[in-house]
C-alpha cells in the first residue's frame, strides 16, 4: 500500500519525537512491502516565528491532502503572552475543526513493565490496565453558546441527535473490536443534553447486539477509575467529561511521555498524536520518551490504514523494548539501562 502522511512536527521535543516515530514508520514500511512518503508543516509557535500565525493555510490544505497526519505538540513558554487568536494552541483547534475530527481515542493503557510507575495499589491494577476512552471533540459545552454580562458568564453544552449518534456509533466499532463491553457517560439525573445522550445510546445498542452496554454518571466513573478502573474497556463521553476522565485515566498509568492518540473524521481519516505537550523544560537534550509518538504511529496503522498486523508489530516492538529493561528518564527506575531520544528510536525500530 502506499500512503502519504503530513507530519506536524510543532515545538519543543516535538521535532525530536517525531523523528523516531518516522524511523519506526520507515521500517514498517520495510518489513511488510508498503511505501510510505511524508511531507513536513509548520505549526504552532514554530510557524508563528516563521510566518506570523499559528496554523498557515499550507499546513491545513496539505494535511487535508495527505492520507494520515502525525503531530508532535505544540506551544511554550516563548509564545504564552500573545493575544489568544495567536497562541500555538489556536493551531490544534484549528487542525481539527478543519478537518471534520470529531472522535477523540486515548488509549490508557499501563505495561506490566512499568507497573511501579502507577500510583493505584498492586491489588486494584492487577496484571495491568487497557482502557479505551472515545471523547466527543467538536461539540458540547466547549463549542456551545457562551458570554458574560456584567457579573454573570455562561457556557453552554448542547448535543443534536447526529451528533451524538456518530461518536456513539465509533464507541460501538471500538468496543466490537476489544473486549464488547462499551461504558457510557454522562450526567443523566440532571442534564437535558445528557438524557438526549442516553436515549440515543440505548436506540443504537440494538444494531450491535453483540455488545454489551452499560451507563454510568460522571461523578461516579470519575471515583470507579481509580477505585475499581479495571471494570472499564470502551469509554465513550461527551467531549467535557471525556477530556476530564481521559487526563484521570492517563494519570493512573503513571506516564504521561507512553501515552498516543487519535482524533479522527467520519470517513477514518485521523490526526494522531502523543497526549503529553510540547514538554520545553525537556526540548533539545536528547531524553524525552519518543513512545507515546511511536504508539501514535502504531494507531494510525491500525485506525486509518486498517493495518493491524503492522500495529500490532510496533506495539510488540515497544514492549520488546521494555522487556529489555531499556527506559528513557521519565520511566527510569534503578537497575533499568538509561537510554536518550534516539537510542530509544533506535532500538524499537530494531525490535522490529
Ligand atoms: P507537557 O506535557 O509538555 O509537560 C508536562 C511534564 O511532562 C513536563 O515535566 C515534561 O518534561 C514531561 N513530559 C512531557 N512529555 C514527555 C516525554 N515525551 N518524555 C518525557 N517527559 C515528558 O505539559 P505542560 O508543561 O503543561 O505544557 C508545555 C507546553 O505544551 C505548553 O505550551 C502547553 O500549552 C503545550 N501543550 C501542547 C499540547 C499539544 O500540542 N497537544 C498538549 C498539552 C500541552
Redesign the pocket.
Given at each position: 500500500m502506499k500512503k502519504h502522511i503530513a507530519l506536524v512536527p510543532?515545538?519543543?521535543?516535538?521535532p525530536d519525537?517525531v523523528n523516531e516515530a518516522v524511523k519506526v514508520l520507515e521500517v514498517v514500511g520495510k518489513k511488510f512491502g508498503h511505501e510510505f512518503t511524508t511531507t513536513s508543516y509548520l505549526a504552532?509557535?514554530a510557524a508563528l516565528d516563521a510566518l506570523g500565525i499559528p496554523l498557515p493555510e499550507d499546513t491545513l490544505e496539505g494535511c487535508k491532502k495527505s492520507d494520515s497526519v502525525l503531530?508532535?505538540?505544540?506551544?511554550?513558554?516563548k509564545?504564552?503572552t500573545l493575544a489568544s487568536n495567536l497562541?500555538?494552541?489556536k493551531a490544534?483547534l484549528g487542525l481539527r475543526s478543519g478537518m471534520g475530527l470529531f472522535c477523540n481515542l486515548r488509549p490508557a493503557i499501563l505495561y506490566k513493565q512499568l507497573s511501579d510507575a502507577c500510583p493505584l495499589k498492586d491489588e486494584i491494577i492487577g496484571d495491568g490496565l487497557d482502557i479505551m476512552v472515545v471523547r466527543e471533540l467538536t461539540g458540547g459545552i466547549y463549542f456551545g453558546e457562551r458570554g458574560r454580562e456584567g457579573d454573570r458568564a455562561y457556557d453552554t453544552m448542547a448535543y443534536s441527535i447526529p451528533e451524538v449518534e456518530r461518536i456513539v456509533r465509533k464507541g460501538f466499532e471500538i468496543a466490537q473490536k476489544r473486549s464488547k463491553r462499551l461504558c457510557s457517560i454522562d450526567k443523566a439525573n440532571i442534564l437535558n443534553s445528557s438524557q438526549l445522550w442516553r436515549e440515543v445510546v440505548e436506540k443504537m445498542k440494538g444494531e450491535y447486539p453483540d455488545v454489551k452496554v452499560s451507563h454510568m454518571y460522571v461523578d461516579n466513573a470519575a471515583m470507579q477509575l481509580v477505585r475499581n478502573p479495571r471494570q472499564f474497556d470502551v469509554i465513550v463521553t461527551s467531549n467535557m467529561f471525556g477530556d476530564i476522565l481521559s487526563d484521570e485515566a492517563s494519570q493512573i498509568t503513571g506516564s504521561?511521555?507512553m501515552l498516543p492518540s487519535a482524533s479522527l473524521a467520519a470517513d477514518g481519516f485521523g490526526m494522531y498524536?502523543?497526549?503529553?505537550?510540547?514538554?520545553?523544560?525537556?526540548a533539545g537534550q536528547n531524553?524525552?520518551?519518543?513512545?507515546?509518538?511511536v504508539l501514535s504511529v502504531a494507531m494510525m496503522l491500525r485506525y486509518s490504514f486498517s493495518m493491524a498486523k503492522e500495529a500490532d508489530a510496533i506495539e510488540e516492538a515497544v514492549s520488546k523494548v521494555l522487556d529489555g529493561g531499556y527506559r528513557?528518564?521519565?520511566?527510569y527506575t534503578d537497575g533499568m539501562k538509561k537510554v536518550g531520544?534516539s537510542e530509544m528510536g533506535t532500538l524499537i525500530a530494531q525490535a522490529l
Amino acid at each position: 500500500m502506499k500512503k502519504h502522511i503530513a507530519l506536524v512536527p510543532g515545538d519543543g521535543i516535538g521535532p525530536d519525537i517525531v523523528n523516531e516515530a518516522v524511523k519506526v514508520l520507515e521500517v514498517v514500511g520495510k518489513k511488510f512491502g508498503h511505501e510510505f512518503t511524508t511531507t513536513s508543516y509548520l505549526a504552532g509557535g514554530a510557524a508563528l516565528d516563521a510566518l506570523g500565525i499559528p496554523l498557515p493555510e499550507d499546513t491545513l490544505e496539505g494535511c487535508k491532502k495527505s492520507d494520515s497526519v502525525l503531530l508532535g505538540a505544540v506551544g511554550g513558554p516563548k509564545w504564552d503572552t500573545l493575544a489568544s487568536n495567536l497562541r500555538p494552541e489556536k493551531a490544534l483547534l484549528g487542525l481539527r475543526s478543519g478537518m471534520g475530527l470529531f472522535c477523540n481515542l486515548r488509549p490508557a493503557i499501563l505495561y506490566k513493565q512499568l507497573s511501579d510507575a502507577c500510583p493505584l495499589k498492586d491489588e486494584i491494577i492487577g496484571d495491568g490496565l487497557d482502557i479505551m476512552v472515545v471523547r466527543e471533540l467538536t461539540g458540547g459545552i466547549y463549542f456551545g453558546e457562551r458570554g458574560r454580562e456584567g457579573d454573570r458568564a455562561y457556557d453552554t453544552m448542547a448535543y443534536s441527535i447526529p451528533e451524538v449518534e456518530r461518536i456513539v456509533r465509533k464507541g460501538f466499532e471500538i468496543a466490537q473490536k476489544r473486549s464488547k463491553r462499551l461504558c457510557s457517560i454522562d450526567k443523566a439525573n440532571i442534564l437535558n443534553s445528557s438524557q438526549l445522550w442516553r436515549e440515543v445510546v440505548e436506540k443504537m445498542k440494538g444494531e450491535y447486539p453483540d455488545v454489551k452496554v452499560s451507563h454510568m454518571y460522571v461523578d461516579n466513573a470519575a471515583m470507579q477509575l481509580v477505585r475499581n478502573p479495571r471494570q472499564f474497556d470502551v469509554i465513550v463521553t461527551s467531549n467535557m467529561f471525556g477530556d476530564i476522565l481521559s487526563d484521570e485515566a492517563s494519570q493512573i498509568t503513571g506516564s504521561i511521555g507512553m501515552l498516543p492518540s487519535a482524533s479522527l473524521a467520519a470517513d477514518g481519516f485521523g490526526m494522531y498524536e502523543p497526549i503529553h505537550g510540547s514538554a520545553p523544560d525537556i526540548a533539545g537534550q536528547n531524553i524525552a520518551n519518543p513512545i507515546a509518538t511511536v504508539l501514535s504511529v502504531a494507531m494510525m496503522l491500525r485506525y486509518s490504514f486498517s493495518m493491524a498486523k503492522e500495529a500490532d508489530a510496533i506495539e510488540e516492538a515497544v514492549s520488546k523494548v521494555l522487556d529489555g529493561g531499556y527506559r528513557t528518564a521519565d520511566i527510569y527506575t534503578d537497575g533499568m539501562k538509561k537510554v536518550g531520544t534516539s537510542e530509544m528510536g533506535t532500538l524499537i525500530a530494531q525490535a522490529l
